[in-house]
């Protein structure tokens, strides 16, 4: 790297070199107000009769020299020395001819160039390249359109000549005869060249763009992943590669900033591993600095995976059928699936597509039970599971059927992470639906049964046949205050209570009495809505028969797991805590600052809501597990604490009684006389857990999921 203190004039006005911005940089965007700036400052400069400094103009040379000149290839600065040679053009409509001949010939036209590419001093970007020649090439450019350069309407819009006409409104301000000093101030304007000097290596290059931006806003991952992939020595590569590939790339995003997106899950089907938002750009460059691609391979990968991306995305893909269900997983918040979507999508639509539309299906059914059940909240588990089936078909562990995907879903890695069985299933459908899921849920049995369906799921929306705010008709019609509240509290978000609707017939149904809610359910395009009893009375026995009718339906067409035949992989116990499924017996360590997500017995799970609820959660499966032996425990105090505060009849403080008044806080043990203790640190809570399995001898069949 060489720095030297120098003039812009000198600079630009070399007469071998040409200034080529790389197309991976962004487009001119200096507004007025840094117009003006630049311009006060020439004028003060002017005043005082001192040069200014503008700062650094950072390049490195390229390898695309020619016969007398070379190619200077920016990579800061390229904003400024653009507005100083809009100036200058400006400058040059207000000089006499010979003066405007001289500074065209030094700082805007390599004269002697036969390529019209490099003609222009300054190579602007794709975008920019047009008008800025138009500006430049301009023989005394005034404006009015009457030359062969002529600017167009649509071109009067661009930052370029904008500010090109405002220098040149600022120009018109100055007498004739401080023209000549204005001009000698722009060209002795101070700058530092900082030639990279980079020789073989790109490493700098691309250090530089990582830290800069001519906008003042921080680069995007597009924006660096970009300029990762298309730096080069040669300004030819640089916009073969742009016009090959990342042109397309970015024509396919309405909103540029999905590229970003994009990146991270095209990394994840890389590496398997999910991609930290504020590392994906440092993780891409590491993985790909080591693996054995060229820019090319990666960059025609990249756009062969972001046409995928946007049919996932815009749910345009051209395949009407895969369609649909790229929809149903949209509206079921499968964004975490998208990277296995993009794999499927390479191997399988132009060579499968009937195996590849039963995967995506039982995709779906798996997230229409995850999403109901919600086995935990967060993504890490769910994440897992599908990473890892990714990582299994591309490293070609599995074939690519239906029923090893079916087979790997039903043996998920963690419990956080399962394919929810009949049994949950059927336990949330008749507790709570969540309205976005539901529509999900409805929308494919609608289809599985009928086998068309008239409406989009964009346009289908989840009616509360019971409304969501009851009014006091509804009240009145549930059968009074206190029994509506008990209905309602019990059955407004059970599947049975829920249909579909459109938009506007569910706008007109709104909290209206069930006479006339009536008439638009039997409306409905839908027929499993427009099929329920009109002339039942829409009460819980309603809601629970239609309830029964829909779970039979859900558990035919929505598909279950397999049994599984892999137990759930643990952690081992290491100096350093790691999140994950620990064997109970292996747990002997701080559990301070740690959260209980389940416990697992015989391999099924069981959801746990802090370290409260683990001990009545363990109390619960071994009461059901063997009655007697439980009640023996109990009744002979075996778990207890080493305090006598209470004056318990059976001695030291229990840690789960018939009386409430034993315990500090009590956690009823629901459908037994017990009640628990629940008043427990973390570490006590698994140290009595832990105790009550062993017992039973059961230590060996337990696990817990610690985070």
Not at 298 to 315: A, G, M, T
Not at 600 to 609: C, E, K, L, Q, R
Not at 612 to 619: D, G, M, S, T, W
Request: proline letters at 2%; aromatic letters at 12%.
């Amino acid at each position: 790297m060489k720095a030297i203190d120098e003039k812009i004039g000198k600079f630009v006005g070399n007469s071998d070199t040409v200034f080529i911005i790389p197309p991976f940089q962004r487009n001119y965007s200096w507004d007025e107000e840094q117009c003006e700036e630049l311009f006060n400052d020439i004028l003060d400069s002017v005043a005082k009769g001192k040069s200014h400094y503008i700062g650094n103009i950072v390049y490195y040379v390229g390898e695309n020299n020619r016969a007398g000149f070379s190619e200077y290839i920016l990579v800061d600065g390229q904003q400024r020395i653009t507005s100083i040679l809009l100036l200058l053009s400006a400058i040059r409509n207000r000089l006499p001819k010979n003066e405007a001949d001289k500074l065209e010939r030094k700082f805007l036209i390599n004269e002697d160039e036969d390529d019209e590419r490099f003609r222009v001093k300054l190579k602007q970007t794709e975008n920019d390249s047009r008008v800025f020649e138009k500006i430049i090439e301009k023989d005394k450019f005034s404006g009015d359109g009457t030359t062969k350069h002529a600017i167009t309407n649509e071109e009067k819009k661009n930052r370029l000549f904008q500010n090109y006409m405002y220098f040149s409104d600022r120009l018109s301000e100055l007498d004739e005869d401080k023209i000549t000093e204005f001009y000698n101030a722009t060209a002795n304007l101070d700058i530092v060249d900082l030639n990279l000097k980079i020789e073989d290596d790109l490493e700098a290059v691309q250090k530089i763009f990582e830290k800069i931006n001519s906008t003042g806003k921080e680069l995007s991952i597009a924006d660096l992943i970009r300029n990762y992939l298309l730096v080069s020595k040669s300004s030819d590569i640089q916009q073969k590669l742009y016009n090959d590939y990342w042109v397309k790339i970015e024509d396919l995003y309405e909103d540029k900033e999905k590229i970003s997106d994009f990146a991270k899950h095209y990394l994840i089907t890389k590496r398997g591993i999910w991609a930290e938002e504020k590392k994906i750009y440092s993780t891409f460059k590491s993985y790909f600095d080591n693996a054995d691609m060229e820019k090319e391979e990666i960059l025609s990968e990249i756009l062969k995976y972001s046409k995928y991306y946007n049919w996932l995305i815009s749910e345009k893909c051209p395949d009407d059928g895969i369609n649909i269900i790229v929809k149903e997983l949209n509206v079921l918040k499968s964004d975490d699936m998208y990277s296995l979507l993009l794999v499927l999508f390479d191997k399988m639509y132009n060579t499968d597509r009937v195996t590849f539309k039963k995967i995506l299906d039982v995709l779906t059914d798996f997230m229409i039970r995850y999403r109901i059940v919600s086995p935990v909240n967060g993504s890490g588990d769910i994440r897992k599971t599908l990473f890892t089936l990714l990582s299994k078909i591309t490293n070609n562990e599995i074939e690519l059927s239906y029923d090893a995907i079916l087979h790997e879903l039903s043996n998920s890695p963690s419990p956080g992470g399962r394919f929810p069985d009949d049994n949950e299933f059927k336990a949330a459908l008749r507790e709570y639906v969540n309205t976005g899921y539901a529509r999900a849920l409805l929308y494919k049995l609608e289809y599985k049964e009928i086998k068309n369906i008239p409406v989009d799921i964009r346009k289908a929306t989840v009616e509360h046949l019971m409304p969501q705010t009851l009014s006091e008709k509804w009240k009145k019609y549930l059968g009074g205050e206190e029994k509506a509240s008990l209905i309602y509290n019990t059955y407004i978000n059970n599947i049975g209570n829920l249909a579909l609707l459109s938009r506007p017939l569910n706008s007109e149904n709104s909290n209206d009495v069930w006479k006339n809610k009536k008439k638009n359910i039997a409306a409905s395009q839908f027929i499993l809505t427009n099929t329920i009893d009109m002339n039942c009375k829409w009460d819980d026995t309603a809601i629970i028969n239609r309830c029964n009718y829909l779970t039979e339906l859900a558990l035919k067409h929505i598909t279950a797991p397999l049994p599984r035949d892999r137990d759930y992989e643990t952690v081992e116990v290491t100096d350093d805590f790691l999140s994950g499924l620990y064997d109970a017996k292996d747990i002997n360590f701080n559990v301070t600052g740690r959260a209980v997500k389940s416990v697992i017995f015989d391999n099924h799970p069981y959801a746990v809501g802090g370290w409260f609820e683990l001990v009545p959660k363990v109390c619960k499966i071994l009461y059901e597990h063997n009655k007697d032996k439980f009640d023996d425990i109990v009744r002979e105090n075996r778990i207890h604490k080493s305090t006598f505060k209470t004056s318990y009849y059976r001695g030291k403080d229990p840690i789960i009684c018939t009386e409430e008044k034993y315990l500090i806080s009590s956690y009823h043990l629901k459908g037994t006389e017990y009640y628990i203790e629940s008043a427990l640190s973390a570490n006590r809570a698994i140290y009595y857990a832990l105790e009550f399995m062993k017992e039973f001898g059961l230590l060996d069949s337990f696990k817990v999921e610690i985070e």
